[in-house]
């Protein structure tokens, strides 16, 4: 069981600025994630998202804006209740898994005596038990990969940053990561999971928050952004013939798809007035709903939006 | 301080089981033995042959050549004494014939005879066999001239002047050179000069160039290895870059003192093993002094922290261990300069150029070790060399860990000279 924060959020940013040479990678950048949350950290190759990471870990000092770890600026009490998975990541190929292990536990504060077993249980979680007396270099790269989450994790710590955890994992292995850190998340551990998949963000993540040219752009609930994002496009099923669907109130265009209908509404069309005219009309209803983009698309949306074919109105910024 | 000292004990162990610093730690004891052993085996060999040419001489002087004579001198016996003389002894015959007959059965090596008018014409004959004579050839052998003089001038002069002179008369001067200035002065250069505390800077100064080489070549490759297979950014999440760098400072400077203390100890227990087997100037095996210890514990500290945090710059700016190594010729290089111009050090150890090289910062741990071993550096300059190498390494420490925190997770592409300058300045 991991050990709760005791006091603040896991992590708090404030108006991270960052520039190298003469741009600036990070722009007023301000995030925070609460204890047993798992924020989704979505954006491009180059939007600033592990120069925000670092900057949050004290890696890389900010130019302008803050970062409290646990209710304060990030000392070493603090980074020994940090586990970080970097994108960039390796292990010492020439030596042994314990001893790497051991290093790793007690660089985050771990008492000598007790690394071996906290090593042994993390090997355990994650199936690499048979492998524990094995050089990294005699490991695949999968296998690798999921030593060096063990490392992360082996000491329990209470904010868990993941940037791309699962490139490169066969399915079994991605599934295996990704049950465990819904446990961490279920033990209040918060996770920051800084990836490209947008599919495992809608999976694993509460919160999603999205950055594109070192700012952010979308910063909200998973199921909210969607139903924002959500267009003047209706899907419609029904179990009895509706030959008319052009002819209801508020209809633009409408057309077949699969079993059923996709609506596309006026300006003056409303969902509420097309249910109650199909209502009215005595169409047996099976389904009816308001099309709801996936995150992708709206990461496609927003990116592309923003990287010239659309205006800055666009960008949704939301609480949470 | 506690990251410090988990860094340090990680760098510390992971250098010090590599089975390359195993093999190079080991190399020297390795080599000293050997040689140690060589050594022995011919000083035993060379002292069987002395011992064995000992005993011939001691047998061959059983045998020394005895040389009859025959005083037929008018008056008292002119020859009556000094018979032994050096490499033979000579022997009174009654007359020639007597003399003739001893030759002939070999009692005696030659025969002299002092004709009567011995006083006025210094005539003396050797009787020898002719090469027929008994149908046996006799080698003719040596011509005892120099033993015959002698035995001549003791007998002649015995008491007439005294023994010493009487010496001089045999050989009358041995001619020897001396050299002076021309306001009379003589150089007499080892006129203060401490063989002990040479030695000890000898050895300290080759010891640092090891170290320059090794301890700071392990900085080096472990900053870019970590890099290179990016453990480095996991590291960094868990401790601060100064801390790291100073853990791996500490770390492998201690692994890199602990090779040269292996292998210093190898040395001194050679050369104890050598003094058993021949005589060393005592001097040699004596401790150095509190002060010499202090000056050369201070050059190592310095030399190395200057070092090490110039390749820990090296180190941070560069992406692959080759781009590393090659670059670290910059700093490595330098550091032999002084060993290139040891004959200017030697022969103008207080000259304008061993001056200058104390005193630049890459140059100075070899030129002290280099002065201080021929006794030209003065407690003052020595101070202040020391001075002006510390506060160097601590300006190399600053730079190393402004570019090692800039660069650190810089993978693929090195910094221009200006970018890194940038760095620096802005921090």
């Given at each position: 069981?991991?050990?709760?924060?005791?006091?603040?959020?896991?992590?708090?940013?404030?108006?991270?600025?960052?520039?190298?040479?003469a741009?600036?990678?990070?722009?007023?950048?301000?995030?925070?994630?609460?204890?047993?949350?798992?924020?989704?950290?979505?954006?491009?190759?180059?939007?600033?998202?592990?120069?925000?990471i670092?900057?949050?870990?004290?890696?890389?000092?900010?130019?302008?804006?803050?970062?409290?770890?646990?209710?304060?600026?990030?000392?070493?009490?603090?980074?020994?209740?940090?586990?970080?998975?970097?994108?960039?990541?390796?292990?010492?190929?020439?030596?042994?898994?314990?001893?790497?292990?051991?290093?790793?536990?007690?660089?985050k504060?771990v008492?000598?005596?007790?690394?071996?077993?906290?090593?042994?249980?993390?090997?355990?979680?994650?199936?690499?038990?048979?492998?524990?007396?094995?050089?990294?270099?005699?490991?695949?790269?999968?296998?690798?990969?999921?030593?060096?989450?063990?490392a992360?994790?082996?000491?329990?710590?209470?904010?868990?940053?993941?940037?791309?955890?699962?490139?490169?994992?066969?399915?079994?292995?991605?599934?295996?990561?990704?049950?465990?850190?819904a446990?961490?998340?279920?033990?209040?551990?918060?996770?920051?999971?800084?990836?490209?998949?947008?599919?495992?963000?809608?999976?694993?993540?509460?919160?999603?928050?999205?950055i594109?040219?070192?700012?952010?752009?979308?910063?909200?609930?998973?199921?909210?952004?969607?139903?924002?994002?959500?267009?003047?496009?209706?899907?419609?099923?029904?179990?009895?013939?509706?030959?008319?669907?052009?002819?209801l109130?508020?209809?633009?265009?409408?057309?077949?798809?699969?079993?059923?209908?996709?609506?596309?509404?006026?300006e003056?069309?409303?969902?509420?007035?097309?249910?109650?005219?199909?209502?009215?009309?005595?169409?047996?209803?099976?389904?009816?709903e308001?099309?709801?983009?996936?995150l992708?698309?709206?990461?496609?949306?927003?990116?592309?939006?923003?990287?010239?074919?659309?205006?800055?109105?666009?960008?949704?910024?939301?609480?949470? | 301080?506690?990251?410090?000292?988990?860094?340090?004990?990680?760098?510390?162990?992971?250098?010090?089981?590599?089975?390359?610093?195993?093999?190079?730690?080991?190399?020297?004891?390795?080599?000293?033995?050997?040689?140690?052993?060589?050594?022995?085996?011919?000083?035993?060999?060379?002292?069987?042959?002395?011992?064995?040419?000992?005993?011939?001489?001691?047998?061959?002087?059983?045998?020394?050549?005895?040389?009859?004579?025959?005083?037929?001198?008018?008056?008292?016996?002119?020859?009556?004494?000094?018979?032994?003389?050096?490499?033979?002894?000579?022997?009174?015959?009654?007359?020639?014939?007597?003399?003739?007959?001893?030759?002939?059965?070999?009692?005696?090596?030659?025969?002299?005879?002092?004709?009567?008018?011995?006083?006025?014409?210094?005539?003396v004959?050797?009787?020898?066999?002719?090469?027929?004579?008994?149908?046996?050839?006799?080698?003719?052998?040596?011509?005892?001239?120099?033993t015959?003089?002698?035995?001549?001038?003791?007998?002649?002069?015995?008491?007439?002047?005294?023994?010493?002179?009487?010496?001089?008369?045999?050989?009358?001067?041995?001619?020897?050179?001396?050299?002076?200035?021309?306001?009379?002065?003589?150089?007499?250069?080892?006129?203060?000069?401490?063989?002990?505390?040479?030695?000890?800077?000898?050895?300290?100064?080759?010891?640092?160039?090891?170290?320059?080489?090794?301890?700071?070549?392990?900085?080096?490759?472990?900053?870019?290895?970590?890099k290179?297979?990016?453990?480095?950014?996991?590291l960094?999440?868990?401790?601060?870059p100064?801390?790291?760098?100073?853990?791996?400072f500490?770390?492998?400077?201690?692994?890199?003192?602990?090779?040269?203390?292996?292998?210093?100890?190898?040395?001194?227990?050679?050369?104890?093993?050598?003094?058993?087997?021949?005589?060393?100037?005592?001097?040699?095996?004596?401790?150095?002094?509190?002060?010499d210890?202090?000056?050369?514990?201070?050059?190592?500290?310095?030399?190395?922290?200057?070092?090490?945090?110039?390749?820990?710059?090296?180190?941070?700016?560069?992406?692959?261990?080759?781009?590393?190594?090659?670059?670290?010729?910059?700093?490595?290089?330098?550091?032999?300069?002084?060993?290139?111009?040891?004959?200017?050090?030697?022969?103008?150890?207080?000259?304008?150029?061993?001056?200058?090289?104390?005193?630049?910062?890459?140059?100075?741990?070899?030129?002290?070790?280099?002065?201080?071993?021929?006794?030209?550096?003065?407690?003052?300059?020595?101070v202040?060399?020391?001075?002006?190498?510390?506060?160097?390494?601590?300006?190399?420490?600053?730079?190393?860990?402004?570019?090692?925190?800039?660069?650190?997770?810089?993978?693929?592409?090195?910094?221009?000279?200006?970018?890194?300058?940038?760095?620096?300045?802005?921090?």
């Amino acid at each position: 069981m991991a050990t709760l924060a005791t006091s603040g959020a896991p992590v708090r940013a404030t108006g991270l600025w960052k520039r190298f040479g003469a741009l600036d990678v990070v722009r007023d950048v301000s995030l925070e994630i609460a204890p047993g949350e798992v924020v989704g950290f979505v954006g491009p190759n180059g939007a600033g998202k592990s120069t925000t990471i670092r900057m949050m870990l004290d890696i890389f000092a900010p130019d302008r804006g803050t970062v409290e770890v646990f209710g304060a600026p990030i000392d070493d009490a603090a980074r020994r209740r940090i586990g970080y998975l970097p994108e960039e990541r390796g292990l010492y190929p020439g030596l042994r898994i314990p001893p790497i292990l051991k290093y790793m536990a007690e660089l985050k504060g771990v008492p000598s005596h007790e690394a071996p077993g906290l090593a042994d249980a993390a090997l355990e979680r994650l199936g690499l038990t048979e492998h524990r007396t094995k050089k990294v270099g005699e490991l695949s790269r999968g296998l690798r990969q999921l030593l060096q989450f063990a490392a992360t994790i082996q000491h329990k710590p209470d904010f868990l940053v993941l940037d791309e955890p699962f490139s490169g994992l066969d399915p079994v292995n991605v599934r295996l990561m990704k049950n465990t850190v819904a446990d961490l998340r279920d033990d209040g551990v918060a996770v920051l999971f800084s990836t490209h998949q947008m599919t495992d963000v809608e999976e694993l993540c509460d919160r999603v928050v999205m950055i594109n040219h070192g700012e952010i752009v979308l910063n909200g609930g998973v199921r909210e952004i969607r139903r924002q994002h959500a267009s003047d496009r209706l899907l419609l099923e029904c179990t009895s013939d509706m030959p008319y669907a052009l002819c209801l109130p508020g209809v633009a265009a409408a057309e077949m798809r699969g079993d059923g209908w996709r609506i596309s509404l006026t300006e003056e069309g409303s969902a509420e007035g097309v249910l109650q005219a199909l209502l009215d009309a005595g169409i047996q209803i099976e389904r009816f709903e308001r099309e709801a983009p996936t995150l992708e698309e709206i990461f496609l949306r927003i990116v592309g939006s923003s990287d010239g074919n659309g205006t800055a109105d666009e960008r949704t910024h939301t609480g949470g | 301080m506690g990251s410090v000292r988990i860094v340090t004990r990680h760098e510390f162990r992971t250098a010090v089981t590599r089975p390359s610093y195993i093999i190079l730690t080991a190399a020297m004891p390795v080599l000293v033995a050997l040689a140690v052993a060589g050594f022995a085996i011919f000083t035993l060999v060379t002292r069987e042959d002395a011992e064995a040419e000992t005993a011939s001489s001691a047998e061959s002087s059983a045998q020394t050549p005895r040389l009859g004579y025959v005083d037929l001198t008018d008056g008292p016996a002119l020859f009556g004494a000094h018979q032994d003389q050096p490499g033979a002894v000579f022997v009174p015959m009654p007359d020639r014939d007597a003399g003739i007959a001893a030759l002939n059965d070999e009692q005696i090596d030659a025969l002299f005879v002092f004709p009567p008018d011995y006083a006025e014409t210094g005539t003396v004959v050797r009787v020898r066999f002719a090469d027929d004579a008994g149908g046996v050839f006799r080698p003719d052998g040596p011509s005892y001239s120099g033993t015959l003089r002698g035995f001549v001038l003791s007998n002649l002069f015995a008491d007439e002047v005294p023994v010493g002179l009487a010496e001089r008369l045999q050989i009358p001067y041995r001619l020897e050179i001396e050299e002076v200035r021309p306001d009379g002065g003589t150089e007499d250069e080892s006129a203060g000069f401490d063989l002990g505390r040479a030695a000890f800077f000898a050895v300290a100064g080759i010891s640092l160039l090891f170290s320059v080489f090794f301890s700071s070549g392990y900085v080096l490759n472990a900053l870019v290895e970590e890099k290179e297979n990016r453990v480095m950014e996991v590291l960094l999440s868990s401790v601060k870059p100064d801390a790291l760098l100073l853990g791996k400072f500490l770390g492998l400077g201690a692994a890199g003192l602990l090779q040269m203390a292996a292998w210093l100890a190898s040395v001194g227990v050679g050369v104890l093993v050598v003094g058993l087997i021949v005589d060393i100037p005592a001097d040699i095996l004596t401790m150095p002094g509190v002060g010499d210890i202090a000056i050369a514990a201070g050059y190592f500290l310095f030399g190395y922290a200057l070092f090490a945090s110039l390749m820990a710059a090296v180190g941070a700016v560069t992406t692959s261990l080759r781009e590393a190594n090659q670059i670290s010729a910059i700093v490595i290089v330098p550091a032999f300069i002084p060993v290139w111009l040891n004959f200017i050090l030697f022969s103008e150890p207080e000259g304008t150029v061993a001056r200058v090289l104390t005193y630049i910062p890459v140059t100075a741990p070899v030129t002290g070790f280099i002065r201080l071993a021929i006794g030209a550096m003065g407690p003052l300059e020595t101070v202040a060399a020391l001075l002006v190498l510390a506060a160097s390494a601590a300006g190399a420490l600053w730079l190393a860990m402004r570019l090692f925190r800039a660069y650190l997770l810089m993978y693929g592409k090195r910094p221009t000279l200006k970018e890194m300058a940038r760095s620096v300045v802005s921090g």
